[in-house]
Nanobody, 125 residues
Framework: VQLQASGGGLVQAGGSLRLSCAAS????????MGWFRQAPGKERDFVAA????????YYADSVKGRFTISRDNAKNTVYLQMNSLKPEDTAVYYC???????????????????WGQGTQVTVSS
């Protein structure tokens, strides 16, 4: 499984960005997906997760109400819509995937088997 993240960039505080993560896998609908982020000198933190069907989602408290995770199984792509961005959202954002055998989401880095290369998001104040 290969994951290609895109959509990062420089935005002013209060602005929006949409990240995309395209997966090269033939049965994408059987994978749970997640977004994580890592700021310089810090650990990789959970941001959002979505189950294989898209009906189940989960968010870190720090982004709840501002970020929305979604997926298009026909396009093998997961998205992260980020609104009301804050300087503290600045980080490299990574998408992750794991085969799912039941409904549910995963929020720990160790639960994911595949990672994208990351895309930089910088929010200026």
């Amino acid at each position: 499984v290969q994951l290609q993240a895109s959509g990062g960039g420089l935005v002013q505080a209060g602005g929006s960005l949409r990240l995309s993560c395209a997966a090269s896998v033939h049965d994408f609908s059987n994978y749970a997906m997640g977004w994580f982020r890592q700021a310089p000198g810090k650990e990789r933190d959970f941001v959002a997760a979505i189950g294989w069907g898209g009906a189940t989602t989960y968010y870190a408290d720090s982004v709840k109400g501002r970020f929305t995770i979604s997926r298009d199984n026909a396009k093998n792509t997961v998205y992260l819509q980020m609104n009301s961005l804050k300087p503290e959202d600045t980080a490299v954002y990574y998408c992750a995937a794991r085969r799912a055998y039941a409904l549910g989401v995963y929020i720990e880095t160790v639960e994911y088997d595949y990672w994208g290369q990351g895309t930089q998001v910088t929010v200026s104040s």
